[in-house]
């Protein structure tokens, strides 16, 4: 009889096991599930669609297009930037056309360019220096006196800038002036 006791608790045991592993796999399918759900919702809910990555993607390129225009107008404004260099310093003793006295000019003169022809120009000024400096005086001795005495010195100012320009290779000179000038009657 005792072996008849033991037989049927073996047999609730053996009853026990299945029912445990049926509840083991059950969870383990539940936890799958679970997992498969999550990451199914993920993809739905956070991964943007055609429309939101076209969407994207043409705001970028609009940004890129628009930075480039601005850097482009930047590099041309860079470029022509107008600059100031240095023409020389002139010291002439001469007698003007309309007159016999004897007058003493002393100027200092510089032009402008634009940035983009800064190295053509340093190469031209070092070129011409000479024919430059020849013109530039010839062009204060031929002047009339009120030419040289007016307040602006508008005429005397176009016509340098109209010798200088035209001993260059280009028109790279913008324009001229005058750091000092001073005529005095000797």
Do not use: C
């Not at 299945?18 to 993809?43: D, H, Q, T, W, Y």
């Not at 940035?115 to 024919?131: I, T, V, W």
């Amino acid at each position: 009889m005792a072996d008849e006791k033991e037989a049927p608790e073996n047999t609730d045991n053996e009853a026990t096991v299945p029912k445990k592993a049926a509840v083991g796999r059950g969870l383990v399918m539940a936890f799958v599930g679970v997992i498969v759900l999550l990451e199914s919702a993920m993809f739905f809910l956070m991964i943007p669609s055609a429309e939101e990555v076209s969407a994207l993607a043409e705001a970028k390129l609009i940004k890129s297009v628009q930075e480039g225009e601005v850097q482009a107008e930047k590099k041309a404004d860079d470029e022509n930037e107008v600059k100031e260099i240095d023409l020389g310093t002139f010291g002439e003793t001469f007698s003007p056309i309309d007159t016999e006295r004897e007058y003493t000019i002393e100027l200092h003169l510089y032009g402008l360019i634009r940035k983009k022809n800064s190295d053509a120009m340093d190469a031209e000024l070092g070129e011409k220096q000479g024919r430059l400096r020849h013109a530039i005086r010839m062009k204060i001795r031929t002047s009339a006196l009120t030419e040289l005495q007016e307040n602006q010195l508008g005429l005397l100012e176009r016509r340098i800038l109209t010798t200088s320009n035209h001993l260059l290779a280009e028109d790279y000179l913008l324009g001229v002036g005058f750091h000092d000038y001073q005529l005095r009657e000797e």
